[in-house]
């Protein structure tokens, strides 16, 4: 079994910077790919951004190609996802997800997610 707990969520004016972090613990041992999703009130979750295992290789939604930037530490079980120019339509619950997919953007290939970690932009 493997858990993800994010952390980092927090209250950020329009054109600020927010770092949220997930930790991975249980069964590390494996494999994974790393996603960021979110899911803004009414609307249904969203692809952000993934990493390869190695870290190597990423991809990025539209929306924030450019702005955010996606990376992890194996050796701390830690993925990260930096956001810089941050905008209202930013807002969301920010979840992480691990799985054994490379660089998917589809939630259904990931099979484990964390809690989530609520970012609110405001103007």
């Known amino acids: 079994q493997v858990q993800l707990v994010e952390s980092g969520g927090g209250l950020v004016q329009v054109g600020g910077s927010l770092k949220v972090s997930c930790v991975v613990s249980?069964?590390?041992?494996?494999?994974?790919?790393m996603g960021w999703f979110r899911q803004a009130p009414g609307k249904e979750r969203e692809f952000v951004a993934t990493?390869?295992?190695?870290?190597?290789?990423?991809s990025y939604a539209d929306s924030v190609k450019g702005r955010f930037a996606i990376s992890r530490d194996n050796a701390k079980n830690t993925a990260y996802l930096q956001m810089n120019s941050l905008k209202p339509e930013d807002t969301a619950v920010y979840y992480c997800?691990?799985?054994?997919?490379?660089?998917?953007?589809?939630?259904?290939?990931?099979?484990?997610w964390g809690q989530g970690t609520q970012v609110t932009v405001s103007s």
């Open positions: 997800a691990a799985g054994v997919a490379t660089l998917s953007p589809r939630a259904r290939e990931y099979a484990y």
């Open positions: 249980g069964r590390t041992s494996g494999s994974y790919a």
């Open positions: 990493i390869s295992w190695s870290g190597t290789s990423t």
